[in-house]
């Protein structure tokens, strides 16, 4: 059969808008027919990839057996009874570590294990004994101003005064014997001179010389009388008062020198402080410090500044070893003193160390940087056989908190997730399809938990990561404020937390957060969010940001209701109907400065000064 095709021309009446129009369908249906097949091998691909994926799974079976509630955590091994070595020289700004010997090394009682620098000590040494010998002879002249000064009190009091007060003694002795013989010689003139063999001027002559005499009697009882109750006391209390001057001088000169040895003294021994000398036998450990953010503050090495009284070197009893570990707030309240503990060690290989819980803290440790508001509390667990331990080593330690008299049925904890406040299993059909089974569950450790209900048996075939394969199973859709953790919490872990985290008890990285704002548990949600009374885009626009229009507060935003509660607003319409609004309020419902640019430029409005423009 031949077909023939008649090509329109303008002559046979053919029309070339008809034939564009032709063309545009034919576009459309090729368009809508790739769609469709992309659809169908999305679909069947998909199908494809989850059967692809379920062959692939590993798959594990309940188990029964003795419930063990046990507490695993990390500590540090360290001797109950350690001989802390401290620095012991003074210093403004640290002195530097010289010399220290190699940590672990096996030292006995009086040797050498650390040398610091004494540089600074040895000079300070050398003046010291410059000005011990300077004050030491000082001693000793004043030494000898004493002693001369006792020597001249002496002197005078033994010599020159004795020597004095003789003369005086002798002069008026001799003053005496001329008057008595002056006057008898007047005695002889005045019979003579009534005889009249003296003549007048010859007895007036004698009678001058008698009282010539007498004066000079009294002028020598005179200085006998000043010599003893004036003179001989002030050169008494001169002399006494250089002895004192002497001896206060001495004194202060023995206080100085005094203390210069002292100084002196002390300065050697402070050099002998810098070879540090080990107290006892034992293995040298170092006492490196960390700072709140956990990096290393101070290490013991050669070129090492050492505060005084730092402790930079520990001789521990390795035959008394305990371990301290640190427990989160939520597991606190289950450890208790006398708990028995199982302590391993990379050192110990497969060995199995017993240990017993001695001390629980009551207060909690120093809060880390990085770890937020997150308490932790020390627990102290002492080894009953540390053979094979050192101080220093990392142990993993399980305190027992309880342990079940009868069987429990069991299964991993990454094999149960949490969704929408309930807790899933996925289990696998005889005829290989994936099914979510929902159990309750009962008290936890870190590895197994109990299965309360759940239909499930020693048979049941579950997925053993289901939080990871969840997306092969369909599950109920999500409310706002809900979420889908691999973080399970059970009986003996429930909690509750608020904003800041400070009473939440889980590791799970929703913990301590509350799904109705502020930062709910489950963190800000996306998807399902909605823009007023429309459904938004899911996955898009976050829940709780949407007050802006109609629709009402949508939890999981930055606070209740977003940045304005949707719905109704009584108190706009009040001030609008009361003309409190005429000038002020933008096009769309905001005060002013808040609906960004009109047509018409800023408004005027409701500011902290009504009717001055606020752009």
């Known amino acids: 059969m031949e077909i023939f095709m008649e090509t329109p021309t303008a002559a046979n009446g053919g029309n070339p808008g008809k034939k564009k129009r032709s063309w545009k369908k034919l576009l459309l249906w090729l368009f809508l027919l790739i769609l469709l097949f992309s659809l169908v091998f999305h679909f069947t691909s998909s199908l494809l990839f989850r059967k692809t994926e379920a062959g692939h799974l590993k798959f594990i079976t309940p188990t029964v057996a003795q419930f063990r509630h046990e507490i695993a955590v990390r500590g540090d091994i360290s001797s109950s009874e350690n001989q802390d070595i401290k620095c012991r020289v003074r210093s403004t700004g640290g002195v530097m570590i010289t010399w220290v010997v190699d940590e672990g090394t096996e030292v006995k009682e009086g040797d050498t294990i650390a040398v610091l620098d004494n540089s600074t000590l040895i000079d300070s040494l050398d003046a010291q004994q410059i000005k011990v010998a300077q004050s030491e002879a000082e001693v000793k002249a004043a030494e000898n101003n004493l002693l001369t000064a006792k020597i001249a009190k002496e002197e005078y009091e033994n010599g020159s005064y004795k020597v004095n007060l003789q003369k005086l003694v002798s002069a008026q002795i001799k003053a005496k014997e001329e008057r008595d013989r002056l006057a008898e010689y007047l005695q002889h003139s005045k019979i003579l001179y009534e005889k009249g063999f003296v003549t007048q001027s010859q007895l007036e002559a004698d009678i001058f010389s008698l009282k010539q005499a007498e004066l000079t009697l009294r002028a020598a009882e005179l200085d006998i009388y000043v010599l003893k109750e004036y003179t001989h006391n002030k050169q008494t209390n001169n002399y006494e008062s250089d002895i004192k001057t002497a001896d206060a ?20 021994q402070q050099i002998e402080y ?93 809060t880390n940087h990085w770890m937020g508001n997150v308490k932790e509390y020390r627990v102290t667990i002492r080894l009953e056989n540390p053979e094979g331990v050192l101080p220093g080593m990392t142990a993993e330690t399980k305190i027992l908190v309880e342990e079940s008299q009868d069987e429990k049925l069991m299964i991993p904890t990454h094999s149960v997730f949490e969704h929408g406040g309930k807790y899933y299993c996925i289990e696998k059909k005889p005829d290989g399809t994936l099914t979510p089974i929902t159990v309750e569950l009962g008290h936890s450790n870190d590895k197994m938990v109990i299965v309360t209900s759940g239909g499930l048996t020693e048979k049941t075939q579950l997925v053993a990561a289901a939080f990871e394969n969840r997306e092969l199973i369909s599950l109920p859709e999500l409310a706002a404020g809900e979420t889908s953790s691999p973080t399970i919490r059970p009986k003996n872990e429930e909690i509750s937390g608020d904003f800041n985290g400070e009473n939440s008890n889980s590791s799970s990285p ?104 606020r752009p």
């Open 249 to 268: 001088n001495l004194s202060s000169k023995k206080s100085v020198h005094l203390q210069n040895e002292t100084k002196l003294k002390d300065i050697q």
């Open 274 to 366: 810098c070879t540090v000398k080990s107290p006892s036998d034992g293995k040298v450990l170092y006492v490196n410090e960390t700072n709140r953010f956990g990096s290393s503050e101070f290490l013991v090495c050669q070129g090492a500044m050492v505060r005084e009284r730092q402790t930079f070197l520990r001789l521990p009893n390795s035959n008394k070893l305990q371990v301290t570990a640190d427990i989160h707030e939520g597991k606190i309240s289950y450890v208790k003193v006398g708990q028995s503990v199982q302590v391993h060690t990379d050192a110990t290989g497969d060995k199995i160390i017993q240990g017993t819980v001695i001390k629980v803290d009551e207060n909690p440790q120093p």
């Open 510 to 613: 929703q913990a301590g957060m509350k799904p109705d704002g502020e930062m709910g548990s489950d963190g800000p949600k996306f998807g399902a969010g909605e823009m007023g009374q429309n459904t938004g885009m899911p996955g898009e626009i976050p829940a709780g940001m949407n007050g802006m229009r109609p629709g009402g507060p949508r939890p999981g935003g930055l606070r209740p209701g977003g940045m304005r509660p949707g719905g109704p607003r009584p108190e706009m319409d009040k001030m609008e109907q009361n003309g409190e609004m005429s000038a002020g309020m933008g096009e769309n419902g905001f005060p002013p400065g808040m609906d960004g640019m009109t047509p018409d430029g800023p408004k005027p409005g409701m500011g902290m000064r009504p009717g001055r423009p």
